[in-house]
């Protein structure tokens, strides 16, 4: 829309609202419509105004945009959608490969080489040091003004220290050890000694002399500093007396150490309280400090796994995980994976058919005989029954052949979800009708999609019998195996258990769904309309163990019929194209379809297609070829018309930002990082998005008016500047976590030349393309100019040419702003 207006001094101006991915806009005048439009060159364009002096007779006005190019378009939309947010690196791929060569690289994920969850941690662990041959013996005599003494290094680093003795007197070594335990005899660091939190690391080990042999006697202290500090209780520290010198006391200290090689400037510390007696070492020079790794998944993936070895008579892992460790999971596979459309389906179906830990805690705590009163206990079930769900629908979807049976049928089994919606209570004699319900509005057919509630009735009368129970390890995967008697203190793993007993399982009723009603003729002949669906299960058909065989018999009916296709696919395109898809209302016989309900009528094609792979039906992976290969989703359509969730706007924050670098030590080190801890509280503080705790069993929304509140957009300037804080930075400690960590200008580095470091305009096109990778340069041209005066001006809003060296605040200031502003919510 164009709006023109008159200002004062005889100028004019047109005004116009922001046209998608915009990479130029021009005004073309013409004094009447009877001769051609030309470029008007007399005005100034900056954002969405042109304007110019008013000049000569009336005339018309028409707004030119030149968008950006096909290529371009589909490329910035393939990695909004196909990736949780591109990387540095993902954008500079894309432009080498083309977005075609992305999509297919992406939907063979399988394909990728990535070993996440079994690479050992990185450590950028220094070089060894030289063979150590002698102990260094050192003194300082002086006095004290508290009865503490300590020892701490004054940054990240590593020594050892043996033979430590405080005496009275000014003689070194003469007189009683005023110290317990410091010469390390004892094995174990413990009281009188006290631990700080810089030195948590350390321990009592042996020399590492080429003899052997330490100082004293055959133990030494490790000392291992994770940050440096000048507060003695932060470091090793004991009370050497019960009451406080006199100011003539004096007293010696005496130690040895081993002139242990540190990366940067590290001093080595030991006084009595109040600096009186003292005695500082600067260690030996190992080159610069080694940049922090990335965080590894592996350790988390190995302590969730280990709930399939169970240790104790609860059937517990050796260590105790909780719904954080899960979730941490799951988003630093999101932050790191080259699988990144792998991510998002696991995500997708892990939404779809949602549990909540909550309830699972619950159950343990209330609804069976052998309550667990252990919180700990309760809560390591609750996410193992997590854990298994989950990587049972990752499993199943690195499967080339994985269909939407499949996914389904993992449900259907899973403890987490016949907990959650209440099969676990449903009997004979009452029928529980909630995961009937759910099964049908939520995971398969869709709210009023094809079914009414008597379905749901009969529908709940086959889930009678599933249940949850403990089992031997050995009849984990035996829904028929017996339960252990003592699920108290007998070893076993809490599993599907289909119970058979009176007044359980109903096989003994004739269950009718779907009567008299055909598929609605919308969908046409080719879809099925018009014919009957219905599927009756006659009383005693399947008695005994045999009636677990009706749910699976439910499961593959729902599973080909053309409103569960319908459903899905509305909910792929909702993700990966836009909002505006719908079910339950389009005519797929119609000969003028809208390019929506042709895309779902060309994806449940595909569904009802036999794959190539397997020959069944419902191949996920080809209704999502479908949908990229779509002219939707390679044109307008699908650019910039989507608002992240909250874990999409923290995760690609993160990405934007994320390139990995090897440096000549071959240390890695990251422009940009999460530990996935630091996004739990961020999560739930945009919009309550606390994953696998879900209370409604709709899951997380895909509808950006969901997650656009004023609150919730002001949490997500809030985390974004949060980020943007240097890690020394007090104010980054207020929130809780210093977890999310972000260098910009570690990554200016690497990606541009040392000439364009002090230009701002350079930085900005830069910072500009990684955050906008969907946006032309038109439309954020306001965005540019912003963030160039930013640089250019000090916080007190005084004019200052911008200095890459020494103004690291303003460019992580820049980014921060660039990252409020409401477009960055957009994919």
């Known amino acids: 829309m164009l709006t023109i207006s008159m200002l004062t001094n005889g100028q004019q101006r047109v005004s116009w609202s922001p046209y998608p991915a915009a990479e130029q806009f021009r005004i073309l005048s013409a004094p009447n419509f009877s001769t051609p439009f030309t470029e008007d060159t007399l005005g100034i364009i900056s954002g969405y105004e042109w304007t110019a002096p008013i000049s000569g007779s009336l005339g018309f006005h028409r707004l030119q945009v030149i968008p950006l190019s096909s290529n371009a378009l589909l490329s910035a939309t393939v990695l909004n959608r196909l990736t949780y947010g591109p990387t540095p690196d993902d954008i500079e791929r894309i432009g080498g490969i083309g977005p075609q060569a992305f999509i297919d690289e992406q939907l063979a994920w399988d394909g990728h080489s990535e070993s996440l969850d079994t690479d050992p941690p990185i450590t950028n662990a220094p070089p060894p040091p030289p063979p150590f041959t ?151 020079y190992n080159g610069p400090i080694p940049p922090t790794p990335p965080p590894a998944v592996s350790p988390l993936y190995g302590r969730l796994s280990e709930s399939a070895a169970p ?141 009414v509630q008597q379905d749901i009735v009969e529908l709940a009368k086959i889930w009678t019998g599933w249940r949850v129970d403990k089992k031997s390890p050995a009849n984990a995967n035996d829904p028929f195996a017996p339960r252990l008697v003592d699920r108290t203190n007998q070893v076993g793993v809490w599993v599907l258990h289909f119970n058979t007993s009176t007044n359980v399982h109903n096989y003994a009723s004739t269950k009718r769904l779907f009567t008299n009603v055909v598929i609605d003729p919308r969908f046409g002949s080719q879809f099925g309309g018009g014919q009957p669906y219905g599927l009756t299960i006659n009383a005693n058909a399947y008695p005994g163990t045999n009636g677990i065989t009706e749910g699976y018999l439910v499961i593959n009916h729902l599973a080909n019929l053309a409103y569960t296709a319908e459903f899905i696919c509305v909910k792929l395109c909702r993700t990966f194209v836009h909002e505006d898809f719908e079910f339950g209302i389009y005519d797929y016989t119609s000969p003028t379809l809208s390019p929506e309900a042709q895309l779902i009528k060309d994806c449940m094609t595909a569904w009802k297609t036999p794959a190539s792979g397997d020959g069944r039906t419902g191949n996920i992976r080809s209704i999502l070829k479908v949908i990229f290969d779509s002219a939707l989703f390679r044109g307008h359509a699908a650019s910039q018309q989507k608002v992240k969730t909250p874990l999409e706007f923290a995760v690609s924050a993160v990405r934007a930002l994320r390139a990995v670098n090897t440096d000549a030590s071959s240390y890695v080190s990251t422009t940009a990082d999460t530990d996935g801890y630091g996004l739990i509280t961020p999560l739930s503080r945009m919009g309550g998005m606390n994953l696998f705790n879900r209370p409604e069993p709709d899951g997380f929304s895909e509808f950006g008016r969901i997650w656009l509140s004023t609150a919730n957009l002001c949490e997500r300037m809030r985390f974004v500047q949060h980020l943007m804080m240097p890690s020394n930075s007090s104010l980054k400690t207020v929130d809780g976590t210093v977890n999310n960590v972000s260098n910009p200008a570690g990554l200016i580095r690497s990606k541009l030349p040392q000439a364009s470091w002090n230009d701002p305009a350079a930085i900005v096109d830069y910072l500009i393309r990684i955050i906008y990778p969907g946006e032309g340069k038109a439309n954020l041209d306001l965005h540019r100019t912003a963030a160039i005066n930013f640089l250019n001006t000090t916080d007190t809003g005084a004019p200052s040419a911008f200095n890459f060296a020494s103004h690291d605040g303003r460019l992580r200031g820049a980014v921060a702003l660039l990252m409020c502003f409401p477009r960055s919510q957009e994919q």
Not at 215 to 232: F, I, K
Not at 252 to 277: E, I
Not at 406 to 417: C, G, Q, V, Y
């Open 134 to 284: 002698n102990w260094i013996r050192v003194s300082a005599t002086g006095t004290a003004t508290a009865t503490n003494f300590g020892i701490y290094l004054s940054a990240r680093g590593t020594v050892y220290i043996d033979d430590v003795r405080l005496v009275a007197g000014t003689n070194a070594d003469i007189g009683d050890n005023l110290l317990l335990n410091g010469d390390f005899e004892d094995p174990i660091l413990a009281p009188p000694w006290g631990i700080g939190s810089t030195v948590t690391g350390s321990s009592i080990t042996s020399s590492p002399t080429v003899d052997g042999q330490a100082a004293s006697g055959t133990n030494c202290l490790l000392l291992r500093a994770t940050a440096g500090t000048t507060t003695l209780t932060a470091g090793l520290w004991q009370p050497f007396a019960t009451n406080t010198p006199t100011a003539s006391e004096r007293f010696t200290l005496s130690f040895s150490y081993l002139p242990y090689p540190n990366p940067g400037t590290n001093v080595l510390t030991a006084r009595l309280s109040g600096n009186a007696t003292i005695r500082n070492i600067t260690l030996p």
């Open 311 to 451: 240790a104790d008579g609860l059937g517990l892992p050796s260590v105790t995980n909780s719904l954080s460790e899960l979730r941490v999971y799951h988003m630093l596979r999101a932050v790191q994976s080259k699988r990144q459309l792998y991510e998002i389906l696991v995500q997708f179906f892990e939404n779809h058919f949602t549990t909540e830990y909550q309830k699972l805690d619950d159950w343990f705590d209330m609804n069976y005989s052998g309550i667990i009163t252990n919180d700990n206990k309760r809560r390591n079930l609750a996410v193992d029954l997590e854990w298994r769900e989950h990587q049972k629908f990752r499993q199943a979807l690195l499967d080339p052949n994985c269909t939407f049976y499949d996914l389904l049928k993992i449900s259907i089994e899973s403890p987490a979800m016949i907990i959650y919606l209440d099969t676990v209570l449903s009997t004979r004699t009452a029928a529980n009708e909630n995961y009937a319900r759910e099964l049908l509005e939520l995971h398969t057919m869709g709210a009023d999609n094809g079914y």
